[in-house]
């Protein structure tokens, strides 16, 4: 591995309680994640590889086991620490695009830099702020959708929206989960075409979830998750 | 920032919210309506109780008053000094009150205030409730030719109807005399012979035409002046002489028994040790309207000097003359009860048979009353508030359900569980200022057009929301005080935001991974 990680996993052990049911989820998983690459996460429902996601972006605290984002262990940093890692550090992009309906595509791009910045920043920035949102709608070919609210757009225009809300506030990774499992093949296939873009020009680091085999064989990096576990830990060099 | 931004497109986009605070609308309508109408009604019963009753009255409760009033005053601008700004004698005296009225005697207790016309105005305003506008400047116990508003429709008041009353009056005892001398020819030429049938047939009679007995009981003295026609002046209050009623279209009418120009006879206790009654014939020479129904009702003003007179007062030796009531007005801003403790320490009941009183003690129960119903008003109409903050309560964790995911992503892009907290909070603070506003700008608007508005309800239900035949105030009175208005509001709001605090706190601990996978 010649590539410095961005992102590590060590030996995480997450499970969810179902009533009194305890249901293991993640069995001890390691991961790297290298940066500047594309690393996609496949494996059946269930397999564990959203809860991965989920432990890598913090969303949710491993049982057992860290996170390293760079070096610095971030599963049991403060909560405050966490938020800005979200804000900053990574973009992410889900299956069910999850923008906010109230708000205009910019209004959804500019979401994070709202979020991440306190009012009277944001209103003194307010102008190169909305200069880069709308240069990001462009750059995801959305421009003629900016001030519509999502309801008013297409699936691959919602995920399009997403994508540049993610990028909104130039993070160094994307953690994609399915993010084409909702779209058509073709409008699919654009999406991860903008996210390899991405990653070839910008030399974005991709962490992507996906039960399409035929979409890990273009990634960097696969890890396949079977019952919790990394079943292959083999990586599948493409070129 | 993106709190505000939200908060402001729930508020456009979630009308149920807006539903759920329309009760804080009415409440906050409701509570500023009410403590303008309260309030301007117990600021007209203060400014009329104060200003009739002077700041501070002194009342000898003996028969013959207190002498040597002059000492007495000597007295207390030596105890109160600056603070005393102004001072008048009086004569209190409970008396009935005879109107003679269509040949029949209408009776009414009233108590008979004589004043004195050069000091009255510094201490009440007692002159600004007179009728006639020329008395209004300063009263005189005199009938006036004219001027007199035209209230009545039977007749116009002044000396011009007195003397045409006159004229019948002197006609109609001519009359009678002659009748009676007539009577007295026939009764000595035929016993009691034809008066039975001819009574009879004139059918049942409802009133008499002619008074009965008035004239036949007269003291001593009043029957030396039968003869005369000037009589002392008298202001009757005007619920004691008229009633209102209402004709057949509905107009609000008043009836009067007797008006300025008429003779009416009162009769009061002498001052003597062994009292006797006086009964005394005084000429109306002008109404006396406040308002207050408590007053109008019950009060009859002559000159303290006539009053001094009848009533003996006056000591033959030293023609010093007693009064029963000193009234004092302090300067603006005076400590009224101080002032009061002050002369009462002076005069202590345990040696004089005097009662010190501000206004205030003198009204005390009847303003205790609408205090206690302003505040028990307020208390209801709170609860209103807060049971409206029950409803915004149940919307509210109704829209923190629904945006549940929305929740999640703003979690994942790393807003904090204070700022999603937050949201929640604007939201219903906004949500209250709001309701809170439009209740103040509907509730101000209400009391700005009160009058209006209560004319269309009658013309609508036909019921009459404010009867002046009770109210004896033409107009709903109304005072917006900042202060209460700011409360309500303050309040109002506050309510709103302690309703949101438990949805917005649930919305803070949901856990972005299961909100994010909420359908």
Not at chain 2, 201 to 226: H, I, L, W, Y
Request: aromatic share 8%; charged share 20%; net charge negative.
């Amino acid at each position: 591995m010649n590539h410095p990680l961005l992102l590590q996993a060590r030996g995480l052990v997450k499970s969810y309680r179902k009533n009194r049911l305890e249901v293991p989820v993640l069995r001890g998983v390691d991961l790297d994640v290298p940066e500047g690459k594309v690393t996609a996460m496949i494996g059946r429902s269930g397999s564990g590889k959203s809860s991965l996601m989920h432990l890598l972006a913090t969303l949710d605290r491993p049982d057992e086991g860290a996170v390293y984002y760079r070096g610095q262990r971030i599963d049991d940093a403060p909560r405050r620490f966490r938020d800005g890692f979200r804000n900053n550090d990574i973009g992410i992009i889900f299956q069910f695009y999850h923008l906010l309906p109230e708000l205009t595509a910019l209004e959804n791009v500019l979401a994070p830099a709202m979020i991440g910045r306190s009012a009277w920043h944001y209103l003194r920035t307010r102008r190169e702020t909305r200069q880069r949102a709308e240069a990001l709608l462009d750059r995801v070919g959305l421009s003629h959708r900016r001030d519509h609210k999502p309801t008013e757009m297409s699936g691959g225009e919602m995920q399009r929206a997403a994508i540049a809300r993610a990028l909104m506030s130039e993070p160094s990774a994307l953690l994609a989960d399915e993010p084409t499992g909702n779209l058509d093949t073709e409008t699919g296939q654009e999406i991860l075409e903008l996210l390899r873009g991405l990653n070839q020009n910008e030399g974005l680091t991709i962490v992507m979830v996906t039960h399409d085999d035929a979409i890990a064989r273009d990634a960097d990096y696969t890890v396949r998750l079977e019952n919790g576990r990394v079943a292959d830990a083999k990586l599948a060099a493409v070129a | 920032m993106y709190r505000w931004l939200l908060c402001f497109r729930y508020l456009r986009t979630r009308y149920i919210a807006l539903a759920s605070v329309i009760s804080v609308t009415l409440g906050v309508g409701t509570l500023i309506v009410v403590n303008a109408v309260m309030s301007g009604f117990s600021a007209e019963m203060h400014d009329k109780m104060q200003s009739l009753a002077s700041d501070i009255v002194i009342e000898s409760h003996a028969s013959n008053g207190l002498p040597n009033p002059q000492a007495h005053l000597e007295e207390i601008q030596r105890l109160l000094g600056d603070q005393l700004a102004g001072y008048s004698f009086s004569v209190h005296t409970p008396a009935m009150l005879a109107v003679e009225h269509n040949g029949q005697v209408i009776r009414h207790q009233v108590n008979l205030t004589g004043l004195d016309t050069n000091t009255y105005a510094s201490v009440t305003d007692f002159g600004k409730y007179l009728l006639h506008p020329e008395n209004r400047q300063r009263v005189q116990f005199r009938l006036r030719d004219d001027g007199y508003p035209d209230r009545d429709r039977q007749y116009k008041w002044g000396a011009e109807y007195r003397e045409w009353r006159l004229a019948i009056e002197k006609a109609r005892s001519e009359e009678r005399e002659r009748l009676a001398a007539a009577e007295q020819a026939a009764a000595a030429n035929t016993d009691e012979a034809a008066a039975g049938p001819g009574a009879a047939a004139a059918g049942p009679s409802f009133g008499q035409m002619f008074p009965t007995d008035v004239d036949q009981v007269s003291t001593v003295e009043d029957a030396v002046g039968e003869e005369t026609t000037e009589f002392p002046g008298l202001v009757l209050g005007v619920a004691t002489c008229s009633f209102r009623t209402r004709d057949a279209d509905g107009e609000v009418l008043d009836f009067f028994y007797c008006r300025p120009g008429d003779d009416v006879r009162l009769m009061f206790a002498n001052a003597s040790d062994k009292p006797k009654a006086i009964n005394q014939k005084f000429t109306v020479v002008d109404l006396f309207e406040s308002g207050m129904s408590e007053y109008d009702g019950s009060f009859a003003f002559c000159d303290i000097r006539q009053l001094q007179e009848l009533r003996g007062m006056v000591d033959p030796e030293s023609q010093a003359r007693s009064v029963t009531t000193i009234q004092l007005r302090l300067a603006e801003g005076a400590n009224l009860s101080a002032a009061r403790d002050v002369i009462r320490a002076r005069f202590p009941p345990e040696r004089f048979a005097y009662n010190i009183q501000t206004w205030r003690d003198m009204q005390g129960p009847l303003l205790a009353a609408v205090a206690m119903e302003t505040t028990i008003l307020n208390i209801l109409l709170f609860l209103i508030i807060a049971v409206a903050g029950f409803g915004i309560l149940a919307t509210f964790f109704m829209i923190v359900v629904e945006k549940t995911r929305d929740i999640g992503t703003l979690k994942a892009l790393g807003a904090s569980s204070g700022g999603v907290m937050s949201i929640f909070l604007s939201y219903g603070l906004t949500l209250g200022i709001v309701g809170a506003g439009v209740g103040l700008v509907g509730g101000l608007l209400f009391v700005a057009y009160i009058n209006p508005i209560a004319a269309v309800i009658e013309r609508i239900t036909g019921q009459e929301v404010f009867d002046p035949t009770i109210y004896y105030f033409n107009e709903i009175p109304t005072i917006v005080e900042p202060f209460t208005v700011t409360w309500v509001m303050i309040g109002a709001v506050m309510i709103a935001v302690m309703a949101s605090v438990l949805p917005a706190l649930r919305a803070a601990r949901m856990h972005p991974v299961q909100s994010l996978r909420y359908e």
